[in-house]
């Protein structure tokens, strides 16, 4: 058997991909967002409930600072993972407590819980995009924000 140089068996792409998102989503947890953007080839979040779109290290910084000033607590749990040829789908509970300006939206201090998908993209075992897909609406209604956010969803896209 072929072994590396610390005399450990070699991983298989899948297991270093794996290894990257679950090193990638305790760094979130963490707040460590230099180690979580070095996971990247290249940085870029996909928003799909809302639309936005973080490309670059600059961008995705932004995203980080802006949510935990939002949700200073937020964290992902009960993470389950998937593996495709090009991508390791991840589906996980995000939990955070409403702390900040959300959406232009004061805080309420309520907390939210929902379950979300994210698929991460890699080329080779670097990640190329995190595109994540979730319910906007139960979030919202979670904080007490339900009507205002639909508000300010139907002005963007109209």
């Known amino acids: 058997m072929q072994t590396t140089s610390a005399g450990s068996p070699p991983q298989s792409l899948r297991d270093r991909r794996e290894a990257v998102v679950r090193e990638h989503m305790q760094a979130e947890n963490d707040m460590d967002f230099d180690l979580a953007l070095g996971t990247f080839d290249h940085p870029r979040y996909e928003l799909m409930a809302t639309g936005q779109v973080y490309d670059g290290p600059e961008e995705v910084m932004e ?3 802006t949510t935990r000033a939002a949700f200073p607590d937020q964290r992902n749990e009960n993470v389950v993972l998937r593996h495709a040829d090009d991508a ?4 996980f509970d995000l939990k955070g407590t409403h702390l900040g300006p959300f959406m232009g939206l004061e805080p309420t201090g309520r ?5 979300m998908a994210a698929i991460f993209e890699f080329d080779g075992d670097r990640i190329t995009c995190e595109r994540v897909y ?4 139960t979030i ?3 904080l007490g924000l339900l ?3 639909a508000g300010l969803v139907a002005e963007t896209s109209g």
């Open 63 to 65: 995203y980080y600072r």
């Open 88 to 91: 390791v789908i991840v589906e």
């Open 111 to 115: 907390t939210f819980s929902c379950r």
């Open 134 to 137: 979730f319910d906007l609406a």
């Open 140 to 142: 919202a209604g979670q």
């Open 147 to 149: 009507g205002r956010v």
